[in-house]
C-alpha cells in the first residue's frame, strides 16, 4: 500500500484478555518500529526490527509484550493479559535503512486500546 | 547517548501569531533531525527534516535550521492558522543505527 497500515483502528477489550495489534509496513521499508503513545504523553518506544536481525526489545515494558515480524514485512504486537494500564495508542512506523541516516519514518494511524 | 528535549506545552496563540518551539538534542556524529506533525486522532507525519549542519528544512509555511553550534533545531512559522493546532515532535536519527529518538511533544492550539 502507499503508506503504513494498522489494524484494528480501535479496539476495546476486558482485562485479562490477551490482544493482536497488526501493523502493514509501506513496501520495501526494512526497519519496523513499534511505539506506545499514552494520553497526553509522548512517544514510548518499543521494539524495532531490522531486517532479519534479531530485534531490538529494549523498550517493552513487560514480558506480557512480545512482536513478531513475519517473513520481513508483515508485524504483529502482542499484549497478553491485558492491564488497564496497557491503554494506549499503539503506533506503528517503518522507515528505509541501510542508505544513510537522511530517512524519516512513516507513521501508520494507530491503534487505540482501551481496557475496561 | 542520544536524546531530545523540546519545549513543553501546552502553546496556545491567536492566528497569525509568531510561532517558536524549541528543541535541543545530544547525539553523538552528526544526527538527522525531524520535526513531525499529529493532527487530533491520527497518526505521526513527518513535517520537516534536515541532514546536515546549517540545512534548514521547511514545509508548509513552516522552518527549522539545523544548528550544530547550539545542537538545536527550533521550529518556527511566522503566521499560525487554526489549522496548525496539533502536537508536534522533534526527533533524531543517530548517523549509525536505525534508532529514533523522539522529544516528548509539545501540543499547540490556534484560536481565531
Known amino acids: 500500500g502507499a503508506g503504513v497500515s494498522q489494524s484494528p483502528s480501535n479496539k476495546v477489550t476486558e482485562k485479562g484478555k490477551d490482544v493482536e495489534l497488526r501493523c502493514d509496513p509501506i513496501s520495501g521499508h526494512t526497519a519496523l518500529y513499534w511505539y506506545r503513545q499514552s494520553l497526553g504523553q509522548g512517544l514510548e518506544f518499543l521494539i524495532y526490527f531490522q531486517g532479519n536481525s534479531a530485534p531490538d526489545k529494549s523498550g517493552l515494558p513487560s514480558d506480557r509484550f512480545s512482536a513478531e515480524r513475519t517473513g520481513g514485512s508483515v508485524s504483529t504486537l502482542t499484549i497478553q493479559r491485558t492491564q488497564q494500564e496497557d491503554s494506549a495508542v499503539y503506533l506503528c512506523?517503518?522507515?528505509?535503512?541501510?542508505?544513510?541516516?537522511?530517512?524519516?519514518?512513516?507513521f501508520g494511524d494507530g491503534t487505540r486500546l482501551s481496557i475496561l | 547517548g542520544n536524546s531530545v528535549t523540546q519545549m513543553e506545552g501546552p502553546v496556545t496563540l491567536s492566528e497569525e501569531a509568531f510561532l517558536t518551539i524549541n528543541c535541543t538534542y545530544t547525539a553523538t556524529g552528526y544526527p538527522s533531525l525531524f520535526w513531525y506533525v499529529q493532527y487530533p486522532g491520527e497518526g505521526l507525519q513527518l513535517l520537516l527534516k534536515?541532514?546536515?549542519?546549517?540545512d534548514k528544512g521547511s514545509n508548509k509555511g513552516f522552518e527549522a535550521t539545523y544548528r550544530k553550534e547550539t545542537t538545536s533545531f527550533h521550529l518556527e512559522k511566522g503566521s499560525v492558522q487554526v489549522s496548525d493546532s496539533a502536537v508536534y515532535f522533534c526527533?533524531?536519527?543517530?548517523?549509525?543505527?536505525?534508532?529514533?529518538?523522539f522529544g516528548t511533544g509539545t501540543s499547540l492550539t490556534v484560536i481565531p
Open positions: 534536515a541532514t546536515k549542519a546549517d
Open positions: 526527533a533524531l536519527r543517530p548517523n549509525t543505527g536505525n534508532q529514533f529518538y
Open positions: 512506523a517503518s522507515s528505509l535503512s541501510g542508505r544513510g541516516t537522511q530517512q524519516p519514518q512513516h
